[in-house]
């Protein structure tokens, strides 16, 4: 079982930066982990993941280079950092984790989840 807590979301401009961190009460090198976001009315979609063992990164299609997730292992820390942000980003953005190391990019493969971080972008 690993807790995770999302903060860092906030409210900003079209074309600001924005940085997300979700502390995990346990080892992240031990966890798939991703981040996803929810708009209302629509579906949970990925963002973005990170392996645990060698930290690659996956991204969806079309990779835009604008958001980039990261992680700190000694800290237990994930980062999504959010670049030249657009009224289109504005979602909840959740941190969630496997349970083991195997890659997965859909949320009902997690089974671990913070309870979200709103972030909002206005034009």
């Known amino acids: 079982q690993v807790r995770l807590v999302e903060s860092g979301g906030g409210s900003v401009q079209t074309g600001d930066s924005l940085r997300i961190t979700c502390t995990a009460s346990?080892?992240?090198?031990?966890?798939?982990m991703g981040w996803f976001r929810q708009a209302p009315g629509k579906e949970r979609e990925f963002v973005a993941a990170?392996?645990?063992?060698?930290?690659?990164?996956y991204y969806p299609p079309p990779r835009e280079g604008r958001f980039i997730i990261s992680k700190d292992n000694a800290q237990n820390t994930l980062y999504l950092q959010m670049n030249r942000l657009r009224p289109e980003d504005t979602a909840v953005y959740y941190c969630?984790?496997?349970?083991?190391?195997?890659?997965?990019?859909?949320?009902?493969?997690?089974?671990?989840w913070g309870q979200g971080t709103q972030v909002t972008v206005s034009s």
């Open positions: 346990g080892r992240t090198d031990r966890y798939f």
């Open positions: 969630a984790a496997r349970q083991n190391e195997l890659e997965a990019f859909t949320p009902q493969d997690y089974h671990y």
């Open positions: 990170i392996a645990a063992a060698d930290s690659r990164t």
